[in-house]
């Protein structure tokens, strides 16, 4: 039992009443669910916390069978509830609820803490106890003597010379850096900010630069984005796959990981990843040309370098059992291979495409059309591409509004699959695919599917269905866990997250999404509940589920601020 659970349990508030342990917007659905199955028709009522008044009643509706786990569920719906506040729900002989709030703004402490988590990530730096209070450390990694892999060597850079490639963001609970899933994670943060830059011009996360006239949304993706410079080659313009360790570091802090760091092997999803990275943020930062001069002009050549590189290498995919029989030291980390680059053409091309508007660019979105799209994740960016060239559609030229019909009426098409209908009432869980590895990132990237067919149909439809996977990912789900770290009354305390674990703080470090529940159950722990649903343990070592990621926290920066917009509308 984590201590949030025995707080809660202390309280008398009931694991059985599943609901957003963060709180509802006014004007908005509001929704919990019952997990006790002779429940249906039992009054509710909902609590004002500050006085004690019942300011709502209602009664539970008749329960349902999960597809995906034995539970049965009902619902308790209290959306004609507008009153602002503190509240809590209670049945009586079932328990209550925790606090919850009602407010306008109401999940602005998550997307801070959300956002605030990549400072909790960085590498190269020391984390001071101005910006990162209790969970100040040294610096770790300075990356600044990293070795060529032998996979990597190239004409000057020899087998066990050195380069520098400091910076960027720890990649998960690891101290490793990845390019290519550093790729949709900085794209979505950037994303967020171009669909919402008057929203992020006034989000202050208390990080070392947020005094700079920079959002620190951008400061934060700058920070990642220099380390992706470093990993490229300036000879060539191809890309490094990551900087790593040739095996996985100990729970220990990053001050005390020395073990030799390598760029390994370069590759044709790290070149186009890097590619869609920099055209993206050669656009945005344009406009910060007095704090950055230079700034986007250098990722704009990068990226036509990168690009220029990967048309030389279309298809050099990374194999780490393959180089591993024939390179070494052999690299046991993180390997994000990737077979398929289609998506990853797409994605790039459209990037460059809108930055440069050159019609080489669109011709290569137009020949990648053909690509299946989907929910994205590391190993399926194609849809980036689409929400790309959906935003900028009134910059685009007479050649191309052809193509943005069809992407428009695709995104519609598979947003109309994405709505709420299970046990839950959320859009996650829908099908047993959902509960992979990294099942929240799942959750929250159908958000973001969901919101940027808001933006193109302007029907709110899609709004409200968005909003139930952020009610899933903050409590009302199978396992009763509000998922992200420092948030909620019962939030995982032992995330699979070295610094978490051995810093020798009771709470880990806040803002953290976690893996969310995995029926693979890859780490082997053992599990108290095994169905596709409810397979999620807070224990560290279970990776499988309670691992973090910086691409599992990006889309939740993403939906949660989108939501704070949109709401209002």
């Known amino acids: 039992m984590s201590l949030n659970t025995a707080a809660a349990n202390a309280q008398g508030i009931s694991d059985d009443i599943k609901i957003n342990q963060v709180g509802f917007y006014p004007n908005e659905p509001k929704v919990a669910v019952v997990m006790i199955a002779d429940a249906a028709g039992k009054p509710f009522r909902i609590i004002a916390g500050s006085t004690g008044n019942v300011v709502f009643n209602g009664v539970l509706e008749h329960p349902v069978l999960s597809a995906y786990s034995s539970l049965k569920t009902c619902e308790a719906n209290f959306s004609q509830l507008h009153d602002t506040g503190s509240f809590y729900l209670?049945?009586?002989?079932?328990?209550?609820?925790?606090?919850?709030?009602?407010?306008?703004?109401?999940?602005?402490?998550?997307?801070?803490?959300?956002?605030?988590?990549?400072?909790?990530?960085r590498a190269s730096m020391p984390l001071l106890p101005a910006f990162a209070g209790k969970?100040?450390?040294?610096?770790?990694?300075?990356?600044?003597?990293?070795?060529?892999?032998?996979?990597?060597?190239f004409k000057k850079?020899?087998?066990?010379?050195?380069?520098?490639?400091?910076?960027?963001?720890?990649?998960?609970?690891?101290?490793?850096?990845?390019?290519?899933?550093?790729?949709?994670?900085?794209?979505?943060l950037l994303s967020a900010y171009e669909d919402f830059p008057r929203y992020f011009d006034s989000l202050n996360t208390n990080i070392p630069e947020s005094r700079n006239r920079v959002p620190d949304i951008l400061d934060e993706a700058l920070y990642n984005m220099r380390w992706m410079l470093s990993m490229q080659d300036p000879q060539d313009g191809g890309v490094y796959n990551k900087c790593t360790n040739a095996n996985f570091d100990g729970m220990i802090m990053p001050d005390k990981a020395i073990a030799p760091r390598y760029v390994v092997q370069k590759g044709t999803a790290a070149a186009l990843n890097l590619v869609a990275v920099m055209a993206q943020g050669a656009r945005?930062?344009?406009?910060?040309?007095n704090q950055f001069p230079g700034l986007a002009d250098s990722c704009q050549s990068a990226a036509e370098r990168a690009w220029s590189w990967a048309l030389k290498n279309p298809d050099m995919p990374y194999n780490q059992d393959e180089m591993n029989k024939e390179k070494l030291p052999q690299i046991t980390?993180?390997?994000?291979?990737?077979?398929?680059?289609?998506?990853?053409?797409?994605?790039?091309?459209?990037?460059?495409?809108?930055?440069?508007?050159s019609k080489m660019y669109f011709e290569k979105v137009l020949a990648q059309m053909r690509e299946d799209i989907r929910v994205p994740s590391w190993s399926s960016v194609g849809m980036l591409g689409y929400y790309t060239l959906l935003r900028h559609e009134n910059q685009m030229p007479e050649y191309a509004k052809v193509?943005?019909?069809?992407?428009?009426n695709r995104l519609l098409t598979l947003a109309d699959n994405y709505m709420p209908a299970n046990t839950f009432h959320t859009v996650m869980g829908n099908t047993k695919k959902d509960f992979i590895w990294g099942s929240n990132s799942v959750a929250a990237n159908q958000g973001i599917l969901l919101m940027n067919a808001y933006l193109v149909a302007a029907d709110k439809k899609y709004l409200e269905w968005a909003l139930t996977n952020i009610d899933y990912l903050l409590g009302r789900n199978a396992t009763g866990y509000c998922f992200v770290t420092g948030i909620g009354c019962k939030s995982p305390m032992h995330p699979h997250h070295r610094p978490s674990?051995?810093?020798?703080?009771?709470?880990?470090?806040?803002?953290?999404?976690?893996?969310?529940?995995?029926?693979?159950?890859?780490?082997?722990?053992?599990?108290?509940?095994?169905?596709?649903?409810?397979?999620?343990?807070?224990?560290?070592?279970?990776?499988?589920?309670?691992?973090?990621?910086?691409?599992?926290?990006?889309?939740?920066?993403?939906?949660?601020?989108?939501?704070?917009?949109?709401?209002?509308?």
């Open 90 to 121: 209670d049945i009586k002989g079932v328990g209550r609820s925790c606090n919850f709030k009602i407010q306008h703004h109401v999940f602005r402490e998550v997307a801070i803490a959300s956002l605030k988590a990549f400072y909790y990530q």
């Open 135 to 153: 969970w100040s450390r040294k610096e770790g990694h300075p990356d600044t003597t990293v070795l060529i892999h032998s996979s990597a060597a």
């Open 157 to 188: 850079r020899a087998t066990g010379s050195a380069i520098a490639t400091p910076g960027g963001w720890y990649d998960a609970g690891d101290y490793n850096k990845y390019v290519v899933n550093s790729g949709i994670s900085t794209a979505t």
């Open 284 to 289: 945005i930062f344009r406009k910060y040309g």
């Open 333 to 357: 980390t993180g390997g994000y291979g990737d077979k398929n680059f289609g998506d990853e053409w797409l994605w790039a091309a459209a990037e460059l495409f809108t930055t440069t508007g």
């Open 403 to 408: 193509m943005i019909r069809i992407m428009k």
């Open 501 to 569: 674990i051995a810093d020798g703080i009771n709470e880990p470090v806040p803002g953290l999404l976690v893996g969310g529940p995995n029926e693979g159950r890859q780490d082997k722990v053992n599990y108290e509940h095994k169905e596709p649903e409810t397979s999620y343990t807070d224990q560290d070592g279970a990776y499988a589920s309670n691992e973090i990621a910086i691409n599992w926290n990006a889309p939740l920066v993403y939906l949660v601020s989108a939501m704070e917009v949109l709401s209002r509308k």
